[in-house]
T-cell receptor, first 113, second 115 residues
Framework: GENVEQHPSTLSVQEGDSAVIKCTYSDSASNYFPWYKQELGKGPQLIIDIRSNVGEKKDQRIAVTLNKTAKHFSLHITETQPEDSAVYFCAAATTSGTYKYIFGTGTRLKVLA | SAVISQKPSRDICQRGTSLTIQCQVDSQVTMMFWYRQQPGQSLTLIATANQGSEATYESGFVIDKFPISRPNLTFSTLTVSNMSPEDSSIYLC????????????FGPGTRLTVL
């Protein structure tokens, strides 16, 4: 079935450094790739997304890149701040009849002050 | 955007009982999803609940265990039936666009502990 792998599972960076999280999806029909940030005790919140007809998208300190051929997409956070500390999930949307989102396993990011 | 509330926010239940979780959205939406998130884990889709049709369950989840109602475009319930400690988890509802995948909004979750 559909699968999304995410690496690393934990990531510690110094404040001001960059963080990169990578995901690989299995369903070549996937066409929408969101990234979510989940803080303790809250539901996930979308921080950036990309569609399959775009290779890169940037929003201030965060960016997402997509390589459809390799079925890879990555989240890049620059100039990290302590408030970036959270769990990040990637997802891929697959269409089969209706559609659904398959989530990656999550990355716990710690930004050290 | 959509604002989603869930009730209860948390509960502690005895094994063998059932709990119904409510999900209320502040706008009319077509696509609604129910997820389970075990502590420290990712989100696993339980079912897709669209108004006017039967819920579509993912592999490993069955209607007898997780009956879902979707009486209108702003409300849904998920019942966790005949609970066991393995059902201890966070249950999340979410909504998404009708015409195709797009921004998904999540409720705050219901933290369930089964003793």
């Amino acid at each position: 079935g559909e699968n999304v792998e995410q690496h690393p599972s934990t990531l510690s960076v110094q404040e001001g450094d960059s963080a990169v999280i990578k995901c690989t999806y299995s369903d070549s029909a996937s066409n929408y790739f969101p990234w979510y940030k989940q803080e303790l005790g809250k539901g996930p919140q979308l921080i950036i997304d990309i569609r399959s007809n775009v290779g890169e998208k940037k929003d201030q300190r965060i960016a997402v890149t997509l390589n459809k051929t390799a079925k890879h997409f990555s989240l890049h956070i620059t100039e990290t701040q302590p408030e970036d500390s959270a769990v990040y999930f990637c997802a891929a949307a697959t269409t089969s009849g209706t559609y659904k989102y398959i989530f990656g396993t999550g990355t716990r990011l710690k930004v050290l002050a | 955007s959509a604002v989603i509330s869930q009730k209860p926010s948390r509960d502690i239940c005895q094994r063998g009982t059932s709990l119904t979780i409510q999900c209320q959205v502040d706008s009319q939406v077509t696509m609604m999803f129910w997820y389970r998130q075990q502590p420290g884990q990712s989100l696993t889709l339980i079912a897709t609940a669209n108004q006017g049709s039967e819920a579509t369950y993912e592999s490993g989840f069955v209607i007898d265990k997780f009956p879902i109602s979707r009486p209108n475009l702003t409300f849904s319930t998920l019942t966790v039936s005949n609970m066991s400690p393995e059902d201890s988890s966070i249950y999340l509802c979410s909504v998404a666009p009708a015409g195709g995948p797009g921004e998904q909004f999540f409720g705050p979750g219901t933290r369930l502990t089964v003793l």
